[in-house]
């Protein structure tokens, strides 16, 4: 295997500031979100409210990662199919 000098790598100003720009939106975005969701409840707890609640807690996960379920049946033709006894 060939061995190389590590590569130097220079931090730019543009670089410095670039950065700073993406914090401050994502900051902004957070802060936008945090006030949807205080709006959004009707007991006036905010978001601290949500996490207290684990189905909205559940819920909050579930749209993080984009998982929606399904609820299952519970009748027993669709557990066994169409058998008849």
Known sequence: MLRRKP???E???DDIEEFESFRK???TRKKQKEDVEG???SDGEGAAGLSSDP???EQMIN???GYKPQPKPN???SQF???EF
Do not use: P, W
Request: charged share 40%; aromatic share 4%; no cysteine.
């Open 7 to 9: 590569t130097r790598l």
């Open 11 to 13: 931090l730019k100003l």
């Open 25 to 27: 939106d994502l900051e």
């Open 39 to 41: 709006v959004g409840t």
């Open 55 to 57: 189905k909205s807690r």
């Open 63 to 65: 749209d993080r990662i």
């Open 75 to 77: 009748n027993r033709t």
């Open 81 to 83: 199919g169409n058998f």
